[in-house]
C-alpha cells in the first residue's frame, strides 16, 4: 500500500508556471505507474499525464501537450509535474495516483487504487 501527499499547488497567472509535486511513503514506489488527474468544478476528473515505473514512457493528454512534463525520482519517492505556460483552464484541482501491476501508465482513472488528497491550481486570465 502507498499513501500520497501532493503540494506545490497556488495561484499564477496566465503564462506563469508551477511545479507539483507527489511524495508517496513506502519502500515500493517503483513498483508503480504514475499518473496525474485534475478536476474542474462541475466536470469530470480527467487525465493529465502519466509515466512508467521507470520514469520512461511519459503521456500526456491532448491538452497539455508542449507545456507540461512528468518526471519521478525513484530514490525520492516522489513525482514531478512541471506547468508552464498555465491557461486559465488548467484551473483544477489536481490530483496524484499511483497503479501496481502495470508497467505502463493508464489514461483510465479506475485502474489507480491509491489517490493523493489534492492541490489546488489557479489561473488567472
Known amino acids: 500500500q502507498v499513501q500520497l501527499v501532493e503540494s506545490g499547488g497556488g495561484l499564477v497567472q496566465a503564462g506563469g508556471s508551477l511545479r507539483l509535486s507527489c511524495l508517496a511513503s513506502?519502500?515500493?514506489?517503483?513498483?508503480?505507474?504514475m499518473a496525474w488527474f485534475r478536476q474542474a468544478p462541475g466536470k469530470e476528473r480527467e487525465f493529465v499525464a502519466g509515466?512508467?515505473?521507470?520514469?520512461?514512457?511519459?503521456s500526456y493528454a491532448d491538452s497539455v501537450k508542449g507545456r507540461f512534463t512528468i518526471s519521478r525520482d525513484n530514490a525520492k519517492l516522489t513525482v514531478f509535474l512541471q506547468m508552464n505556460s498555465l491557461k486559465a483552464e488548467d484551473t483544477a484541482v489536481y490530483y496524484c495516483?499511483?497503479?501496481?501491476?502495470?508497467?505502463?501508465?493508464?489514461?483510465?482513472?479506475?485502474?489507480?487504487?491509491?489517490w493523493g488528497q489534492g492541490t489546488q491550481v489557479a489561473v488567472s486570465s
Open positions: 509515466i512508467s515505473r521507470s520514469g520512461g514512457s511519459p
Open positions: 495516483a499511483a497503479a501496481s501491476g502495470l508497467w505502463l501508465p493508464s489514461e483510465s482513472a479506475y485502474v489507480y487504487a491509491y
Open positions: 513506502g519502500r515500493t514506489f517503483s513498483s508503480y505507474a
